[in-house]
């Protein structure tokens, strides 16, 4: 970007930053000044694009999120806003030869990821296909619910965000409230999307979840650690979905996410792609790896294969 | 700018003054805006979970109404064309009458968009400057910026022609003219951005084939002339406002033009997918002969082609295209059937099966139908509204009074029913 260009960026911002600010002030004014909780209310109702905040405004937006969560469970909660980490691009690797469909990773998921309980929000869906028939998503069951798995004659396919490098879902956002971040993770400012859902319609993986209603996350269940572009309670009518377990993974590397932690028989790889000695690389340089509805051209960053 | 302020005093003083019928009619609108105001109340305070729109199916009746409502608006066109590119009299006299369905349309489609939003208190992260817009990359942000400009392009040259009407002079076409030639591109463009809106999703293959966008624009120049038909056979018998037969069949005829084009492109489109009998024709599949035990819309689809088919063979012949029964008959059936094809037709299929094949049969609520039903009708009272104002300005009946300040009112009553002309005009049906 030209010195220019930047600098008039900068005359823009600081326009509209004033330009909201009166407007802040004035309609703060007609609420009742010494309620803390109204101006809170006002303070997020003009919380501009995360993108677009200052570091001393991210810092507000944090005290503000983390005392509104910290009251609502009645313990502490952390909101990290820790940015990617140079020179790493994720990538996650699903062995579909291992994976017995026991769905772990679903409700591993959920409990690192402080989904809604009541609905149910999963970011992962295992799909039970036909041996025969192959990857058929026409014939793919996800209400499969027996005894035990594995069952004879099927495999699974567990279906999360594919983190696309050439991702529909961030390209149709009409206020830019989902972006893909340097570190390859597809996010979602949860305070400013206006749940159009245009980006649920877009994803080729229905790997998108909509806040239907208020989410049901009961206090004991909550987990503090949070990230604000990630796993933080969300509010309702708002779209989310994976995001690699950022609050983990962005800490230090080689923290895995919780999926594949969890996972039993070790079918769930991750990793730093630019790393040409992480496992991931491995495997897409050894083993025979497929990318799901790759006519699509979403290029994404989630690699099936199978190991054996 | 104090006559601009004289003249929409003058509208408000004329929209209190009407017959009983014209209250009558007023009220029962606002009963049912009221009746959807409270269901969106119930949708804000429990979310969107009143709605039967879910993961899988995550657009519904809402965005189905708006998508047809686009097509109605577009359809003003059809007049503006015949009107002002041909200076054909008969349509020119009533074109005005489109300019105002388009925006009534504009306003219920901008209504449908936002009772579908799960935060619509942010709707301000829409506008440039102040949010953040995401143009030219989104579709639904072209889409924002192109309804929005139709809706004040024809709301300003209804305004500025009427407005010139009431204070007794000619409108100067120096401005007028330019507006309305731009307002042709215009309309072809809400309904074609609106089509790529999800013709772009390469998601969902029951939307991405490039016959889409024709193929509203075809089904637009039905339905809404189809309904403009039946709108004027009410003003004309209802107001003192005369409509000539002329221009109501030549309206029938461009119908009869657009529903052909209509046709041929579904046919199209049904041989492609049929034809090469790829997984893409799940979606069709379960649209028209169902799908795994999954057939919800197969009744609803079969209905809207008979409707269509129909339509097209009543309009195509001119002895039944020029009778009045038959022509009502054929408008209903054309409006109603391009409702199911250009709604729920057009959007749930996009949905069943969803992108990892399940299955999930949507079926709108009560809370979606009652507020749907309140933005029909805070549509229908908007142009009830505007024709309030026009039809007495073009009759001559609403202008400026002999002291240059104060309106002179000549139609109090609006709404009578014109039992003496009635006869006349049937009449005049069947002389034809």
Same mark, same amino acid.
């Given at each position: 970007m030209s010195d220019r260009k930047t600098r008039a960026d900068r005359i823009f911002r600081l326009t509209r930053r004033k330009a909201l600010k009166g407007l802040a002030a004035g309609l703060g004014a007609l609420a009742?000044?010494?309620n803390d909780a109204s101006a809170a209310v006002w303070e997020s109702f003009f919380q501009k694009n995360f993108r677009e905040l200052s570091r001393s405004e991210v810092q507000d937006v944090v005290a503000r999120l983390e005392a509104e969560y910290s009251t609502r469970y009645g313990k502490p909660v952390k909101v990290k806003t820790t940015p990617s980490l140079e020179g790493v691009l994720y990538g996650y690797g699903l062995d579909l030869s291992r994976c017995i469909g026991c769905r772990r990773c679903v409700y591993g998921c959920v409990s690192e990821n402080n989904q809604s309980r009541d609905p149910q929000i999963h970011w992962i869906r295992v799909l039970r296909l036909s041996k025969e028939r192959g990857v058929d998503l026409e014939h793919a069951e996800q209400y499969y619910n027996p005894a035990n798995v594995p069952e004879e004659g099927h495999f699974y396919m567990p279906v999360q965000c594919h983190q696309c490098e050439n991702a529909p879902c961030t390209k149709v956002c009409p206020v830019q409230a989902t972006w893909k971040e340097n570190d390859g993770i597809v996010v979602v400012d949860y305070n400013w999307c206006i749940g159009c859902r245009y980006c649920m319609a877009a994803c080729p993986y229905g790997a998108r979840h909509f806040n239907w209603k208020k989410p049901g996350l009961p206090a004991a269940d909550v987990n503090p650690d949070t990230h604000y572009l990630g796993n933080r309670p969300r509010p309702v009518g708002v779209v989310e979905k994976c995001i690699f377990c950022m609050q983990r993974t962005r800490e230090m590397e080689g923290k895995y996410p919780a999926c594949v932690e969890v996972c039993p028989v070790g079918a769930r790889k991750f990793g730093n792609l630019l790393d040409p000695e992480s496992e991931i690389r491995f495997v897409i340089e050894n083993k025979r790896v497929f990318i799901l509805k790759e006519e699509l051209n979403t290029q994404p960053k989630f690699y099936y294969f199978y190991s054996v | 700018m104090k006559k601009v302020w004289a003249f929409v005093k003058g509208c408000f003083i004329l929209l209190r003054q009407g017959s009983k019928l014209y209250y009558t009619w007023v009220y029962v609108l606002l009963a049912f805006v009221g009746i959807g105001v409270a269901a969106y109340v119930n949708q804000l305070y429990n979310g969107l979970i009143v709605t039967a729109m879910r993961d899988q199916v995550s657009w519904g009746f809402y965005i189905s109404n708006f998508t047809f409502m686009v097509g109605v608006a577009a359809a003003a066109v059809l007049l503006v064309i015949p009107a002002y590119v041909y200076q054909w009299k008969p349509i020119k006299e009533i074109a005005i009458l489109g300019e105002l369905v388009a925006v009534s349309a504009m306003v219920m489609c901008l209504l449908f968009v936002t009772v579908d939003l799960g935060r619509p208190e942010r709707f301000w992260h829409l506008i440039p400057k102040i949010g953040i817009l995401n143009f030219p990359q989104s579709l639904l942000a072209w889409d924002v910026v192109v309804l929005n400009m139709y809706l004040v392009l024809n709301f300003s040259i209804a305004g500025y022609m009427l407005y010139s009407y009431y204070y007794k002079r000619q409108p100067n076409m120096k401005y007028v003219t330019p507006l309305l030639l731009f307002s042709i591109p215009a309309a072809v463009s809400i309904h074609t951005v609106t089509a790529f809106l999800y013709?772009?999703? %390469? %998601?969902r293959p029951f939307w991405n084939a490039s016959i889409l966008a024709p193929r509203f624009l075809a089904s637009a120049f039905c339905s809404g002339p189809a309904g403009m038909i039946l709108m004027f056979q009410v003003i004309r018998k209802w107001t003192k406002f005369k409509i000539t037969d002329q221009a109501i069949f030549k309206i029938a005829e461009l119908i009869a033009y657009a529903m052909f084009l209509n046709l041929f492109l579904l046919g199209a489109e049904v041989f492609k997918e049929y034809y090469s009998d790829t997984a893409h024709l799940a979606p069709m599949k379960y649209l028209y002969q169902g799908l795994e035990g999954h057939s919800d819309l197969v009744s609803y689809i079969w209905t809207a082609t008979l409707f269509n088919i129909t339509a097209f063979f009543l309009f195509l012949i001119p002895q039944t295209r020029e009778n009045q029964v038959t022509l009502n008959i054929g408008c209903i059936l054309i409006f109603v059937g391009v409702y199911i094809e250009k709604g729920m037709g057009l959007v749930i299929p996009g949905f069943v099966p969803d992108v990892l094949g399940d299955f999930y049969e949507y079926s709108p609520t009560g809370t979606e139908i009652l507020v749907t039903m309140g933005i029909w009708a805070a549509g229908l009272l908007v142009y009830t509204m505007l024709l309030r104002i026009a039809i007495p300005i073009m009759n001559g009946d609403f202008h400026v009074g002999e002291d240059g300040i104060h309106p002179h009112i000549g139609d109090e009553l609006f709404l009578v029913r014109r039992v003496a002309e009635d006869v006349g005009e049937e009449g005049d049906l069947l002389t034809q």
């Open positions: 009742v000044p010494s | 013709n772009g999703l %390469a %998601a």
